[in-house]
């Protein structure tokens, strides 16, 4: 049985960072690429970044470039979302997903895991 666990949201002044991890089992981590995903109320689900299998690969969402790092560690099957300088917009819940294939991808139909989410609220 596949789980991916988040940890490490909470509430954090703007302008602050917080650090995001995602303990996957059950799956063949170094295979998978991953993804960080966010939802806030009343909108869509959209991808945060995503890192291939071997970590070489990286893509993020333009509204986070040079804010976020996503990273990943395959000898401890885990993937991490640093955020720094928070803004009250990437107030959201953050979820953990793993791809079908290596490479990273934007679309939410090509991760197949799920982790439950952790809520990161940025206040002004």
């Known amino acids: 049985q596949v789980q991916l666990v988040e940890s490490g949201g909470g509430v954090v002044q703007a302008g602050g960072s917080l650090r995001l991890a995602c303990a996957a089992s059950?799956?063949?981590?170094?295979?998978?690429?991953m993804g960080w995903f966010r939802q806030a109320p009343g909108k869509e689900r959209e991808v945060v970044a995503s890192i291939s299998w071997g970590g070489a690969t990286t893509y993020y969402t333009d509204s986070v470039k040079g804010r976020f790092t996503i990273s990943r560690d395959n000898t401890k099957n885990s993937v991490y979302l640093q955020m720094n300088s928070l803004k009250p917009d990437d107030t959201a819940v953050y979820y953990c997903?793993?791809?079908?294939?290596?490479?990273?991808?934007?679309?939410?139909?090509?991760?197949?895991?799920w982790g439950r989410g952790t809520q990161v609220t940025v206040s002004s």
């Open positions: 059950g799956l063949t981590f170094s295979t998978n690429a």
């Open positions: 997903a793993a791809d079908r294939d290596r490479w990273p991808s934007r679309i939410l139909g090509d991760y197949n895991y």
